[in-house]
């Protein structure tokens, strides 16, 4: 009697899921490739159950509010290791999440893509927990190198700080990217693969970088908007720009990591080239910033 109350439970929970997040999105999530122990978890607290609900809800904002087009999604390998490099913008990372959307829900087979986070981001206590849960992790070498030997997908923002607080005016400007992806790629032969985002530079844009109150704040940027912080937390909420993503092809590099810095600079610099043209790409093809 009482396992026919479990399984029927379990049935009711399963049609309960079905109908919230879609079926697609229940099969893709039952689809993704990576290590779970037998509670659930990865070994960094990754849970695929908890990216049903909070994707359900990603899901209405990527197709109605940002109507977020792709294009070169064949461009991703369904398997295997992968750095994912791409142009960033705005204080808050929405850039990386539509980007995951775009690998989890329009790639030939779904891939969580673990975000290389800023190291201050563990002290937002909620948040943090939120985003360790969707896969997220602190953005160290070891950390990535890890995950690469275990064939995940890794998207990095090589602009870092500079790209999260760049002012209006040098909207889609790449700033300095650091090195650390390229030692990383030629350490675990993994191929990188280019990408630009356009749109993400005019969803929250930046007029002042009050940078001495956002070090009270503990975080490495206050930006000033056209309604943030007038509006108050309501003001950061970002604007319904069209966003698209432009996915290159594959890039792979050879040589030894602990190359002089010039020599792993004019490597970098090749992938820094590549997305500031599909940037450029993008933005000569875009109509419209809303549509």
Known sequence: MREKFNELLKGEIIRLNTKLVGTE?????????TRLNEYGYDPFGFRPEIIRYILSVGLALYKYYWRVETHGIENIPPKGRV????NHAGQLPWDGFLIGLSVFM???????????VEKWAPT?????QLLTRLGQIVGTP?????LLEEDEAILVFPEGVGGMSKLFVNRYQLQNFGHGFMRLALQTKTPIVPIAVIGSEEHCPSLYNFRRLGKLFGAPAFPITPTFPFLGPIGIMPYPVKVRVWFGEPMEFTGHPDEDDPIIEKKVQTVKSTIQSMVQRGLAERKHVFW
Request: overall charge positive.
């Open 83 to 86: 750095l994912l490099v791409s």
């Open 106 to 116: 329009e790639a030939r087979e779904p891939r969580v893509l673990r975000s290389m």
């Open 124 to 128: 937002l206590p909620f948040a943090w």
């Open 25 to 33: 999105l229940m099969a893709r999530t039952d689809r993704i490739p």
């Open 142 to 146: 070891e950390n990535c190198r890890r």
